[in-house]
């Protein structure tokens, strides 16, 4: 086995979202969208090639499992820059299962992060983020740190991820794990059902405002403004898969109660703000000095959930 090379990214959640597909093959998307990173989880991640495997490889949380998705990954490398042989790579999800966020944004940062190192290719973050765009849209944001914009672009070259603020504006995220009961829908299906709803291309036109606007309140740290965007869009693109015709829902009951509860502390004086992405649970976004009491409102009417707390996280480190 030839030298490791390690790298850590850590996972982002969207505050403008990412839901909908111009190009399903290169992960175009519709629209822009804007993420703050997390300090909380990450996925560690080593590649190394592998002179005695068939194959690549993927041991995942110790395990080893289908490399499918990871295979057709590395196959976007050897067609694009050179053919190269079968590559072990070995990753951790530091994501709690109960927190139940998606890790493919840390996963497919932190694989793209080591494998340019290990290919040698001295790519710019820029174009580090195109690659991790093609394993999975919402990693290219993943590359770096607090506040990432991902422009929609019209092309491969052009569909890319940014920094858009590196600083940390004391927003924090309490993650709440409410047990899926619904049946799971992958975002890739997720998002091409909700194309076809009647309100996509509204959707799609609010999107452009709220980004401009998400923009200017991050920049004045208005932690309200951040919030009620968020919310809006977050709410609106969950409402695009009840209109479409195979309406679905990624929302419980549970989901549902956890939105009002956040809604009644908003009305009650609290900055308390949701969004929701593929599933059920609700990452629910205050500032860092109302942090503690909203937690433990939430704990009290809701002592059967786990809450996480997370704040803005660092970009992508690679070790040589
Ligand atoms: O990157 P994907 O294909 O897993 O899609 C992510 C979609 C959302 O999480 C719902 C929104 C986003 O922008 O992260």
Not at 178 to 193: F, R, W
Request: with cysteine.
């Amino acid at each position: 086995m030839s030298e490791h090379i390690t790298a850590t990214a850590h996972t982002n959640i969207a505050l403008i979202k990412y839901w909908g597909k111009e190009n399903a093959d290169l992960n175009l998307p519709t629209t822009s969208s804007l993420s703050m990173t997390l300090d909380k989880f990450y996925t560690r991640t080593s590649v190394a090639f592998d002179h005695q495997a068939f194959e690549d490889r993927l041991i995942l949380n110790e395990v080893e499992v289908d490399p499918g998705r990871v295979h057709k990954f590395l196959n976007i490398f050897r067609t694009e820059i050179a053919d190269f042989g079968p590559v072990r790579v070995t990753s951790t999800n530091y994501v709690p299962t109960a927190a139940g966020l998606a890790s493919s944004a840390s996963s497919f940062a932190a694989l793209t992060g080591a494998m340019s190192s290990l290919l040698k290719l001295d790519l710019l973050p820029s174009q580090m983020t195109r690659y991790a765009r093609r394993g999975s849209g919402s990693a290219s944001r993943s590359i770096f740190g607090n506040f990432a914009i991902w422009n929609k672009g019209e092309d491969d070259e052009t569909s890319y991820a940014e920094s858009f603020l590196n600083e940390d504006i004391g927003l924090s995220m309490i993650v709440a794990e409410v047990s899926a009961e619904s049946k799971k829908m992958s975002s890739t299906k997720g998002m091409q059902l909700a194309q076809l709803s009647p309100d996509y291309a509204g959707w799609v036109a609010h999107s452009a405002q709220q980004l401009e606007d998400m923009k200017g309140a991050l920049l004045r740290s208005d932690i309200e403004q951040v919030g009620l965007i968020a919310q809006d869009n977050s709410l609106a693109m969950h409402a695009l898969n009840r209109t479409c015709p195979e309406p679905f829902d990624y929302f419980t009951d549970k989901t549902r109660e956890l939105i009002a509860f956040v809604e009644d502390c908003y009305k009650a004086g609290l900055l308390a703000f949701v969004t929701i992405d593929a599933g059920p649970n609700v990452k629910i976004i205050t500032s860092r000095s109302q942090e503690s009491s909203l937690l433990a409102r939430l704990k009290d009417n809701f002592p059967e959930l786990q809450f996480d707390v997370a704040h803005a996280g660092p970009g992508i480190q690679i070790e040589a």
